[in-house]
């Protein structure tokens, strides 16, 4: 077995490879494969696994790409991450991916499906609408005619027959690997300092370019090296990370947050990986039916669902209560409007529940924490000092 530290760095290199390279190895494997690239946040990568593909998440070049091109198609006051995929994709770095979904995540997005269209990149291109109606009937139905038709597009690549026994085999798969985050998260929430936020980041992230049975072999030697007692306690608060689903901060930031005094026990960093919680069902003949049950029943809160009948500020202040945590961060891309818009709402709750929270806003290429470590340093230091005092937050 590797050993923890080989497994981090091995994962770091995959997370951050801005040209996907293993993922072009595993399609050049055995004729047939096809690789479909899928933007934040979530999208069903049971199907795609189904189908004798790769579902390859994109998430941008972060800070480590410097953004010529996508410039030309965006406005300034857009967020930063289409103009960033845009330059990956210009620049050749996609060039080994038959296709591109893009999930409904707000009009941004959208809108980006359209410049992929317009410049014909990739074999297809499907804006993939998730449902808002979260009666099986309605909803359910919808969810399952969308899957239908990626399917229908790579079977018009490759050919592939998705079978219910195939598609039960996948699901199985992706199964095992939320189980394996899931533990991760419940160690760290009793044991937090057995592994940094940042090498969960690294180490989920590494998920969402390579073939998921890699990334099982991966994450069971990680919970066989966190289930021992490793690593020293420090003198931190604990708080959830909210807002951050779609672009990513740069991991300097992830880092700084932990620096500056906090534990973070849980996040949206990478939600489509911990979207549905529990198993989806494998023992059914109609599998789409079952991932479209979970998604209905066992999504997570996210701000691009307008779930009006399970609020998601009493959703998130679960998730607060269940981790033990003693605040929340709000962290939202600049001009992100879903994380942006529901930021009151939070904030209006948290301030009735007495859930103590900071704000703040980030791009994915800001590499200057020092105002927001700060900022973060002092609303840890404040609960540790005045635990028992009334609530009092910051939006910087």
Excluded at 90 to 100: Q, R
Excluded at 282 to 290: K, Y
């Amino acid at each position: 077995m590797k050993s923890l530290e080989q497994i981090v760095n091995e994962c770091k290199e995959l997370a951050f490879d801005l040209h996907f390279t293993r993922a072009k190895e595993w399609k050049a494997e055995q004729e047939g494969r096809v690789v479909v690239g899928y933007m934040p946040i979530y999208f069903p990568r049971e199907i795609i696994h189904a189908a004798n593909g790769l579902a390859v998440g994109i998430m941008g070049g972060g800070d480590r790409k410097q953004i010529i091109k996508g410039d030309a198609y965006y406005q300034s006051y857009i967020c930063h991450i289409p103009r960033s995929i845009l330059e990956l994709v210009l620049d050749g770095h996609t060039e080994h991916f038959d296709g591109y979904i893009f999930p409904s995540i707000c009009d941004v997005i959208r809108n980006l499906s359209g410049i992929f269209k317009q410049q014909k990149i990739g074999k297809f291109v499907k804006y993939m609408d998730f449902p808002q109606n979260f009666l099986p009937e309605i909803g359910g139905v919808f969810y399952q005619q969308e899957m239908e038709h990626v399917l229908r597009y790579i079977k018009e690549i490759n050919g592939v027959e998705v079978t219910p026994e195939r598609l039960n085999h996948s699901i199985g798969l992706y199964n095992r690997n939320r189980q394996m985050i899931e533990f991760i998260y419940d160690i760290r929430q009793d044991f937090p300092w057995r592994l940094s936020i940042e090498d969960v980041y690294h180490i989920i992230r590494a998920g969402m370019v390579i073939p998921v049975e890699e990334h099982n072999a991966l994450l069971e030697q990680v919970c066989a090296h966190i289930a021992k007692p490793i690593g020293v306690p420090q003198d931190k608060i604990k708080i959830v990370v909210s807002g951050a689903f779609c672009e990513q901060p740069a991991v300097g930031l992830i880092r700084a947050i932990e620096q500056a005094g906090c534990y973070v026990v849980d996040d949206d960093y990478m939600l489509g990986s911990r979207m549905i919680e529990g198993d989806i069902d494998t023992t059914t003949d109609r599998p789409l039916e079952a991932i479209s049950t979970a998604y209905i029943n066992q999504s997570r809160y996210s701000s691009c669902i307008y779930d009006v009948s399970n609020p998601k500020e009493f959703r998130l202040a679960k998730i607060v209560k269940d981790r033990g945590a003693d605040g929340v961060i709000f962290a939202s891309a600049s001009f992100c409007d879903p994380s942006l818009l529901d930021a009151p709402i939070f904030q209006n709750a948290f301030n009735k529940m007495g859930i103590r929270y900071i704000a703040f806003q980030y791009s994915e290429n800001i590499n200057q924490f020092k105002v927001i470590k700060e900022q973060v340093g002092t609303f840890s230091d404040s609960i540790k000092l005045w635990e028992d005092e009334p609530v009092v937050t910051i939006n910087a």
